[in-house]
């Protein structure tokens, strides 16, 4: 009861109810257009919230999430260009059933089913936080050195191209993070001579450029292929209460996926909505007709996405370790309010948290009000010229940026860090084990040199302490799998390529 007196007063005294509505219209703009992930879209926020409160900064952040994930449902169905990459399995059926006529329809089943998997992950987030975050109080500097290692690992090692990959992108993250004043000495590293590095380079700085910027990028090399949706034909069908019901075994596939594919780094949504699809068709009584049109093929997914979107912040808030790119633009958006993820968290700002619980509450519910009112605009937002919607968000993304300290050096580092994730994608690095390894940095370095400041430079104090032990074990064996299991696709890929050969 105390938390629900905390988080009423929180949303009564703040503009954080407003944040959670505005979040949620401008995430599911944004996840409609496609190639604008959940997590660019919380990017493009947050210079915008450095001026705000911490707790309307915090919800208007984790709203965005939320409304991102059904948001990119919508040219799913209707054009069958996902607008996020976990819409991709909803796009399968949802297209299908739009050719049938039934595009209504199915956007009803997708904001149903988005809801119910929301309003799941944010149970999971209230019970879990908590408790996770109090086994943080047994850990020593060593165990907090090791634990960053473990989320940089965890993370490189569930890289979508090769380990190597991902770990190079971590290691360069690292460096970033070394820029600015030594945490111990109290020298300065690679400054230059440039003022404006004494602090470091700002993370904000560098998840606009690699996330937003570089996408523009790639989006301005591509062709401009839309497909013409008249949006006078369309409207929202919400499902009956009888047809719910029997959907419902589907939709607690896609969250009880959700919920453990969350919680796991480097899982996120598009692996959840995948999962949720196979397994919807495996214990499904008509498996036949996924693929060409099934309503549980659209739930199950959806519901796992946006269970995700609840369930992947439980390890951000408990360790300050996040799973996903969009949880990590906003733990960046916790560390620039001076909000410490960590086992005092609930002690030092339980404003904040119980805030963005209820925060996070709304905004699933006005999921339902807000998907109904927004759905002609977006479709009219999806059907406009590339060249003008990329004019656009450039011009949002550099008036965000000069607006926090009103310097054009912030302007130069984002299009530094654009360029640098346009040459990353089109290597195949992922940008989370960067983005980690520049959030992590701080944690990594400091403890490293605290434990040995207090072991007179011994590292055996990392082996003797056994929750240092076990996270570094856990994360060579991740490493470890992962080099196997990308050693085994190549040889698979190999094998295919001669078999074409020989044929």
């Given amino acids: 009861m105390e938390g629900f007196a905390i988080a009423w007063v929180a949303l009564t005294t703040t503009t ?3 944040a959670a509505f505005a979040g949620v219209a401008w995430g599911m703009l944004g996840g409609a257009l496609p190639g604008i992930s959940p997590s660019i879209t919380m990017a493009l926020l947050l210079p915008f919230t450095y001026t705000m409160d911490p707790i309307p900064a915090i919800v208007l952040l984790a709203s965005t999430y939320v409304g991102a994930e059904y948001g990119g449902s919508i040219p799913a169905i209707l054009i069958r260009t996902p607008g996020t990459n976990a819409a991709a399995a909803t796009a399968i059926d949802g297209y299908e059933m739009h050719l ?117 990028l790639i989006q301005a090399g591509q062709p401009d292929q839309r497909v013409q949706t008249d949006r006078r034909q369309l409207r929202i069908v919400l499902p009956s209460f009888r ?15 959700g919920l453990f594919e969350g919680c796991m780094p480097g899982a996120g949504g598009t692996v959840a909505s995948f999962m949720a699809y196979n397994e919807a068709k495996r214990w499904s009584k008509n498996p036949e007709k996924f693929g060409k049109g099934s309503d549980e093929a659209i739930v199950a997914p959806e519901a796992a996405n946006n269970t995700v979107a609840g369930s992947a912040i439980v390890p951000v808030l408990s360790f300050g370790i996040p799973g996903s790119n969009s949880s990590a633009v906003l733990l960046g958006g916790l560390l620039i309010h001076g909000v410490q993820p960590g086992p005092l968290i609930f002690d030092q700002h339980p404003d904040i948290i119980y805030g963005l619980f209820g925060g ?80 992590l940095g701080y944690l990594i370095e400091a403890n490293y ?36 299991r990308d050693r085994r696709t190549l040889k698979k890929q190999q094998l295919t390529t001669d078999n074409d050969k020989t044929v």
Avoid at 243 to 249: G, H, P, S, V
Avoid at 459 to 483: K, N, T, W
């Fill in 100 to 216: 049938q006529g039934k595009g209504g329809e199915a956007l009803g089943l997708s904001l149903i089913s988005g809801v119910f998997g929301g309003l799941i992950g944010i149970l999971c987030l209230i019970l879990l936080t908590k408790p996770l975050a109090s086994v943080a109080l047994y850990f020593t500097p060593p165990a907090y050195f090791s634990l960053g290692i473990l989320g940089l690992s965890v993370i490189a090692s569930l890289s979508q191209e090769s380990v190597v990959k991902g770990l190079m992108a971590g290691v360069i993250g690292l460096m970033i993070a070394t820029v600015g004043t030594d945490p111990v000495s109290g020298v300065n590293r690679f400054t230059y001579g440039a003022p404006e590095l004494l602090a470091g380079i700002p993370f904000i700085l560098v998840m606009v450029g690699v996330f937003a910027v570089s996408e523009l």
């Fill in 360 to 439: 996070l509450l709304i905004a699933n519910v006005s999921q339902l009000i807000i998907g109904i009112l927004l759905l002609t605009p977006a479709i009219w937002l999806v059907n406009r010229p590339k060249p003008y919607l990329l004019a656009a968000i450039y011009a949002l993304i550099f008036s965000g940026i000069y607006s926090i300290d009103n310097t054009l050096f912030d302007l130069y580092l984002v299009l530094i860090a654009g360029a640098t994730g346009y040459v990353m994608r089109r290597l195949g690095f992922p940008f989370l084990p960067l983005v980690l390894g520049l959030v």
């Fill in 243 to 257: 047809r719910f019901r029997r959907l419902l075994k589907p939709q607690l596939i896609g969250s009880g996926i």
């Fill in 16 to 18: 954080a109810v407003f």
């Fill in 449 to 484: 040199r605290r434990s040995l400041l207090l072991t007179s430079g011994e590292h055996r104090v990392f082996f003797e302490d056994p929750i240092s032990l076990g996270l570094l074990i856990a994360a060579a064996l991740l490493i470890i799998g992962s080099a196997i």
